[in-house]
């Protein structure tokens, strides 16, 4: 029981308890109303009931609409009486004395519950919440860790709170959690991909370097790249270079330029320099997923391995322990039948013999599979290694090429010699206009806000260079995103 069983009587959830909590959430004006006509029970979506001592969740069914339900500091030890409220959205039962999760079923819109600080040792009873968006049971009594990967079938959970239960000391628990719950966004009030960085980091550091330890980094690798379809881009590291988007984010705050195309052949030239960019960007896309595709293979194939290698030897080893049970069921029933002391003897030095050989079999199948385990972490780590320095290469360039064929593969570095081939004309093109201009050679009548563009040439001049500069700026930093999400992969 709670602390305040020492000075508080405990309660059980009653009308007076709930209507009184109804006026508490009204308005000061609406009070003497909702008094007056007796609250319609229908019409409330939200109450909470904190610090009240509750010992007994009951007398909630006529508050079928709830969506927000606050029980939280109370003294409940089982979770009841809510069937009813099946619209729920955001449940608290937090710092209760709570053993058992259950009596969730009917909850199915519920996207957040919070059970920190309770006595749970056990995650089940959560199938029917495929909303959980959110959910913290920290500071309770889970102590398996593997109880962890029930969560799985939570395919929308994506910020969960596991901090403070006995597991959470154990030396892998943060990659174990994360490796097995890919679609995590927080754990522990922290962004997964910034807290595991730093883990996978103090692991690198430490001087064993054991096959446990770098499964976990084999994993979390995979887990990463089994994504939804929706999101397929993003795990190829190369979103927004589909259609137009990066194109249209180069000029997207750029008015000044824009105004360039009422002259006479940059408007030609602003035509045709979006065709170049957009196949260029398109090609660097449609690679980017084949590289992706590649990635998925080669972790399927390890994965594959990795089950094959295992099956085998739990074959062999049921195999040899098979036969040994069959030796010494055989030994047993002689030395039942046998008179002599002797034989029993005998064949007691023959299954003590018969136990060192079956261990110095199963020991010599563990440094088979061990070794076998170990070459193929090595072969895949060649392998993606190849593939994320290939595809690094090609998003910075490193072996640019120097036409623009839609044939050839293209390099974001190809992106940037598009818009400084392109940058130098629009110049040129100025330049002659503005000559013109200084001349009086030309016949056309300009709008008010190009003619301020092209008052004098520094002006002209300096509005073209930010702009380029802008321009670049943009084109590097979709680089850098690019590197920075391969490098963390």
Sequence with gaps: MSQFFGNVEPNIIDDEMVQKAIEEKCPE???DLARAENTNCKVVTELQLSFKSILQIDNLWPLENLTKLQLDNNVIEKIEGLESLVHLVWLDLSFNNIEVIEGLDTLVKLQDLSLYSNRISKLEHMDTLQELQIFS???NNLTILEDVVYLRRLKNLRTLNLSGNPFCNKEHYMLFVVAHLPSLVYLDFKLVRDSTVRFLHSLIGKSGNSILQRFCFVALGAGSLQKSGSQKHTTAFVEYLNGSFLFDSLYAEDTEVAKLASLPEV??????????FVSVCENLYNYGLEEYEKREAEV???YKRLHEILTVNQQESKRIISDFEKRNQRRLDEISHTRS???AESKR???KEDVLQLWDALMTLETLVSNDLEELLQDFKRSIDVMASTFIENIQGI?????FSLTTFCTLSQCRDLENQHHEKLMEMTFAILEKMDKDELEEDFPDDVRRLLVDKDTTVNTIHMSHSIRLRKIDKRESDMLCNTYQW
């Excluded at 408007?267 to 170049?276: K, V």
């Design 29 to 31: 004006d609406l009070g």
């Design 399 to 403: 072996y640019p090429l120097h036409t």
């Design 349 to 351: 030095a023959e299954g």
């Design 300 to 302: 399927s194939k390890f």
């Design 267 to 276: 408007e030609e030239l602003l035509q045709a320099y979006p065709s170049w």
């Design 341 to 343: 002391g002797d034989i």
């Design 137 to 139: 049971i920290g500071k």
